[in-house]
């Protein structure tokens, strides 16, 4: 059982390149989400969705995209990366919220660096 | 109101040692507050969490504190071990909402 796969591990960008980090998990969740996180900063959400085809922006949106075809699938987009973006990148998933099991199951991260 | 405040930032233990870690909320709606433990290099697991109906839950070392009125929770690591050196995260929770998260405290516990 894979849980949440996140892939790259590691990436370096210039200054404007665009990219995808994708996220993918096989336990049928219906909640995915995107998280950044930074030094003495915590977790911010970025992106989330609730299922297929339902997104909705988390605390600091701007200069990402996401999107949710499937059930599986959650890919992160930076469209003109900046140095601001440099950060580790968590992806989430859960069962339904309200539900007894609330629990988060993250992957193990991308470490962006945008030069 | 979305705030979650976590001390201390870092915290640095003798083995056998009590690790303590404190958390503070404002938002009275939050009813789910759980502890996930990092790793270097590894993303953030749910080690330990708690409902406000409760004012105490233990699981192993590991001991949520909660006290409502004060809107505070906390963290106790009985008989610490080097193995428990990681990151913690409070957070905290309500229906229909996202998950809130405390900034992380980096415990290192000293063989």
């Known amino acids: 059982n894979a849980g949440v796969t996140q892939t790259p591990k590691f990436r370096i960008l210039k200054i404007g390149q665009s990219m995808t980090l994708q996220c993918t998990q096989d336990m049928n969740h219906n909640y995915m989400y995107w998280y950044r996180q930074d030094p003495g900063m915590g977790l911010k959400l970025i992106y989330y969705?609730?299922?297929?085809?339902?997104?909705d922006k988390g605390e600091v949106p701007n200069g990402y995209n996401v999107s949710r075809s499937t059930t599986e699938d959650f890919p992160l987009r930076l469209e003109l990366a900046a140095p601001s973006q440099t950060s580790v990148y968590f992806c989430?998933?859960?069962?339904?919220?309200?539900?007894?099991?609330?629990?988060?199951?993250f992957g193990s991260g991308t470490q962006l660096s945008v030069l | 109101q979305q705030q979650v405040k976590q001390s201390p930032q870092s915290l640095i233990v003798q083995k056998g040692g009590i690790s303590i870690i404190n958390c503070a909320y404002e938002?009275?709606?939050?009813?789910?507050f759980p502890w996930y433990q990092q790793f270097p290099g590894k993303g953030p697991a749910l080690l330990i969490a708690?409902?406000?109906?409760?004012s105490e839950k233990k699981e192993g070392r590991f001991t949520i504190s909660f006290n409502k009125s004060a809107k505070q929770f906390s963290l106790h690591i009985m008989d610490s071990q080097p193995g428990d050196s990681a990151t913690y995260f409070c957070?905290?929770?309500?229906?229909?909402?996202?998950?809130?998260f405390g900034p992380g405290t980096r415990l290192s516990v000293l063989p």
């Open positions: 938002n009275t709606a939050f009813d789910y």
């Open positions: 957070a905290a929770h309500n229906y229909g909402q996202n998950f809130v």
């Open positions: 989430a998933s859960s069962y339904p919220q309200g539900t007894t099991n609330e629990k988060l199951f």
């Open positions: 708690i409902r406000p109906d409760v």
């Open positions: 969705s609730v299922g297929a085809g339902i997104t």
